[in-house]
């Protein structure tokens, strides 16, 4: 199973996250189209509209990902690879180290980098933390998600590409320690933390769907 996100209304929120500058961001997403707004968001932090890190598509109208950082001059904006399918799940993933203004983040689709093109260069530091996260949206709930979603997991580190390369052939099984997980697999949406820190999310307007990524299903695990 897995979690169907509806475009227009479906949000998952979490507590307060502190994560530092030190980030990756890991889904399997299978969208229907480019969400509310062409910029449906996997995950943002954040309280503002456009928040202090959000992972969306790029506003083209296409299922094109990109990634935002929000800092107090100027923003940071990346693109990554091609549009994802709307017909086939894909295992999607990020890394970015938001210490300096020259680094650019890393990407990868089905365990594989893809071309990462900058497209606004940061400058200033990043937005403050300790802020609510949100899952399918932003905290406007303005960039709503559209299609499903399942095994979200954030990570306060940077996964190497064969950290990366194992979530996406092993699953779940292969799960370091998250700072959270949301499986996205009950048969209703409650958003558990399978991470053990305790970070449930609450969800609303998401439902589920019988679909479900092409992964093993076993119980997660530790490397």
Not at 46 to 63: I, V
Not at 97 to 121: H, R
Not at 156 to 184: C, M, V
């Amino acid at each position: 199973m897995s979690a169907s996100f509806n475009g227009t209304t479906s949000i998952i929120t979490t507590p307060a996250l502190t994560l530092g500058t030190s980030v990756t961001c890991v889904a399997w997403v299978k969208p229907s189209g480019a969400g509310e707004g062409n910029k449906g968001t996997i995950f943002a932090q954040g309280t503002s509209a456009e928040g202090r890190l959000k992972w969306q598509f790029d506003s083209s109208g296409t299922t094109k990902l990109r990634l935002l950082c929000n800092r107090v001059t100027t923003d940071g904006e990346w693109a990554f690879g091609s549009a994802l399918s709307t017909t086939a799940w894909s295992h999607v993933a990020v890394t970015y180290d938001g210490s300096s203004t020259t680094n650019d983040p890393v990407a990868y689709l089905n365990g594989v980098s893809v071309t990462v093109t900058e497209t606004s260069t940061p400058n200033g530091a990043m937005d403050a933390d300790a802020v609510a996260g949100y899952v399918g949206n932003n905290s406007a709930s303005s960039h709503t998600w559209n299609g499903l979603l399942s095994h979200v997991m954030v990570f306060t580190s940077l996964l190497t590409a064969n950290e990366i390369a194992l979530l996406y052939a092993l699953g779940p099984r292969a799960k370091p320690s998250a700072y959270f997980y949301y499986p996205l697999w009950e048969s209703v949406i409650t958003a558990g933390d399978f991470s053990g820190n305790g970070r449930t999310g609450t969800p609303a307007n998401v439902t589920v769907s019988a679909e479900e990524p092409p992964v093993p299903t076993t119980a997660p695990g530790t490397f």
